[in-house]
């Protein structure tokens, strides 16, 4: 099981927990250089990202947020810049979206990795398998298989993994699938760091347009998404960013009216930082 995260301990770099979901908060070159040396170390390193949507989704779903314990979760969006101000008295040093990580994790990386690409349309992954070769053309990538596959095509893409074991694999099949996937079927057998990346392919090869580089500057990406696609993502934003909110509500009052203030999850571990394990 994906588990090894413990090979992580909370000690060296700064955490938060955002309802219930304990989230690092550094800036992206700190991340990138933490990411970079579990890969050179191989250390197996499940990462994901969290949003306003997937808080609300594992509040709804409690396997999601079991499955987050497995991973080294990064934020990522205004939302849980918002949930920090709120609970903690200060936003995440820096927006560690999948979208700016991944690449500069991979032009970071001095030697030849071993990349694999697992998620949405074959011809998308196909494309972003392109394009990365493009970027970074140090590294070796492939594309494993597509999101759409079911329970029977599990064994072999997972023999194909173990065969491979590519140093990184991108795991693009969405909320909460990609992370329960990886939480379910990935582990050190498989490849070193999985990353549930979400959109990542389409949006690397402009299959989904990235929003104008003004409304990343004012964080407000998620509108841009709605007005590109609103019949799919109204409910997320219109009903899902007020959900996200009141549930920040209820948690500041928790904490007040136990008397924790801004202070960490008593059930966290006993420090707040995170550092890899000598």
């Known amino acids: 099981m994906a588990g090894e995260f413990n090979n992580l301990t909370r000690h060296s770099h700064a955490w938060r927990e955002v309802l219930g979901i304990p989230v690092a908060a550094m800036r992206m070159s700190e991340a990138v250089e933490l990411l970079d040396h579990c890969i050179s170390t191989g250390r197996f390193t499940p990462v994901a990202f969290l949003n306003a949507n997937n808080a609300n989704i594992a509040r709804e779903k409690p396997e999601l947020k079991q499955a987050f ?25 820096e927006n560690l979206n999948g979208t700016d990580l991944v690449p500069l994790l991979l032009k970071r990386h001095k030697g030849n990795l071993k990349v694999a690409l697992v998620g949405a349309r074959r ?11 493009e970027l970074c053309p140090q590294h070796s990538f492939a594309v494993v298989a597509d999101g759409f596959f079911g329970r029977d095509d599990e064994p072999r893409i997972l023999a194909s993994l173990e065969a491979l074991h590519p140093d990184i694999l991108l795991v693009a099949m969405g909320v909460p699938r990609q992370e329960l996937w990886i939480a379910r079927s990935i582990n050190s057998r498989h490849c070193t760091m999985p990353i549930a990346v979400g959109a990542l392919f389409d949006i690397f090869t402009g299959a989904v347009p990235r929003a104008p580089d003004w409304m ?4 407000i990406e998620w509108m841009y998404r709605l007005w590109r696609e609103p019949r799919r993502l109204w409910r997320r934003y219109l009903v899902g960013n007020p959900v996200f909110l009141a549930s920040l509500l ?12 801004n202070s960490l999850s008593p059930s966290a571990p006993g420090t707040d930082q995170l550092v890899l394990e000598k």
């Open 123 to 133: 011809k998308v992954a196909d494309d972003a398998c392109r394009t990365f070769k």
């Open 69 to 93: 314990d497995q991973f080294l979760v990064l934020p990522d969006g205004v939302g849980v810049d918002i949930a920090s101000l709120v609970l903690h008295g200060s936003v995440f040093p």
């Open 250 to 261: 209820a948690a500041k009052v928790k904490r007040t009216s136990s008397g924790r203030g």
């Open 216 to 219: 990343l500057k004012l964080r």
